[in-house]
């Protein structure tokens, strides 16, 4: 069984029509692609479909992801595709933003460590030290770029000349509590991940899960998205929700919605690393595992 170091993943988006699956079967069947995924979904409102495949060489006559691509075009042309071509294997090269809640760093970190996240975490920033240590421990560059309103625009300008220099694929927004500038999420459309808790808007600003325990909440939860401009109203990729009752505490409700955090940041990050969510304007479609 062929595995990922010669596998390859294909993700499409286009105006829905007749043929289309057959017309991307069909051009890697001819040149002996095996596929070992496939998943397709016709948008009924936006008329658009959206598909993934993962396929490797079934035979020698396979060519070269170059190549694959440029033959591609005839198909991608008659359908009007937006499409890509990728290495299964390769690694999606992530920085983490974080401030001084760790639990979804820790989380990512400890995933990233055993092998079972697709990532390569190339640095964590931080307005902070609190995560300095924990970082260096894991052998990942710390860098602690402080920000108040008067060096705000000199330390995104920091940010994103290391996604440039260290060729980011992915920024992780770990709990970092820090409103992004628009011009910084216009730079990272679509390769910025943000988690918050689902109160919002009910409960904006500080203390959250207090506020939501003074109004006797049935269920907390969390929300990771892309980051745009419109703080907080992002493409969603993932939510998750516990529900909880009048035993629990606002401490309680704070352990809880950690959890949940966590865990909806990282199937978040592990999708788009796999080439799994794909753009449907306001909105995603996430091809899950």
């Known amino acids: 069984m062929n595995g990922l170091e010669d596998s390859f993943v294909l993700t499409l988006t286009c105006p829905d029509r007749t043929g289309i699956v057959?017309?991307?079967?069909?051009?890697?069947?001819?040149?002996?692609?095996?596929?070992?995924?496939?998943?397709?979904?016709?948008?009924?409102?936006?008329?658009?479909?959206?598909?993934?495949?993962?396929?490797?060489?079934?035979?020698?006559?396979?060519?070269?992801?170059?190549?694959?691509?440029?033959?591609?075009?005839?198909?991608?042309?008659?359908?009007?595709?937006?499409?890509?071509?990728?290495?299964?294997?390769?690694?999606?090269?992530?920085?983490?933003?974080?401030?001084?809640?760790?639990?979804?760093?820790?989380?990512?970190?400890?995933?990233?460590?055993?092998?079972?996240?697709?990532?390569?975490?190339?640095?964590?920033?931080?307005?902070?030290?609190?995560?300095?240590?924990?970082?260096?421990?894991?052998?990942?560059?710390?860098?602690?770029?402080?920000?108040?309103?008067?060096?705000?625009?000199r330390q995104e300008e920091r940010i994103r000349e290391l996604v440039g220099s260290l060729e980011i694929d992915l920024v992780v927004l770990a709990r970092y509590m820090q409103i992004l500038s628009d011009d910084?999420?216009?730079?990272l459309q679509w390769k910025a991940i943000?988690?918050?808790?689902?109160?919002?808007?009910?409960?904006?600003g500080a203390r959250p899960y207090h506020q939501a325990h003074a109004r006797g909440v049935k269920i907390i939860g969390a929300t990771a998205h892309y980051v745009t401009p419109a703080l907080d109203e992002g493409p969603i990729i993932e939510q998750s929700v516990e529900r909880i009752d009048h035993v629990q505490t606002p401490e309680d409700m704070v352990r809880i919605g950690r959890d949940i955090e966590s865990v909806v940041l990282n199937r978040a990050v592990r999708w788009h690393a796999e080439h799994r969510i794909l753009d449907n304007g306001s909105k995603t479609v996430v091809f899950k595992s």
């Open 22 to 153: 057959a017309a991307v079967t069909g051009f890697l069947a001819e040149r002996d692609g095996f596929l070992t995924e496939l998943s397709h979904y016709a948008d009924p409102v936006s008329k658009r479909s959206f598909l993934r495949t993962v396929f490797h060489a079934g035979s020698p006559r396979l060519p070269k992801r170059e190549k694959l691509q440029q033959e591609f075009l005839a198909v991608s042309d008659r359908f009007s595709m937006d499409f890509r071509i990728v290495p299964a294997a390769q690694k999606c090269r992530v920085m983490v933003l974080v401030s001084k809640f760790g639990h979804c760093l820790n989380n990512l970190l400890h995933d990233w460590r055993n092998g079972s996240l697709p990532i390569d975490i190339c640095a964590v920033v931080s307005n902070h030290e609190d995560m300095r240590s924990l970082v260096e421990w894991h052998g990942i560059p710390y860098q602690y770029l402080p920000v108040n309103p008067d060096s705000k625009a």
């Open 184 to 187: 910084m999420c216009r730079a």
């Open 194 to 204: 943000n988690i918050h808790h689902s109160f919002l808007p009910s409960f904006k």
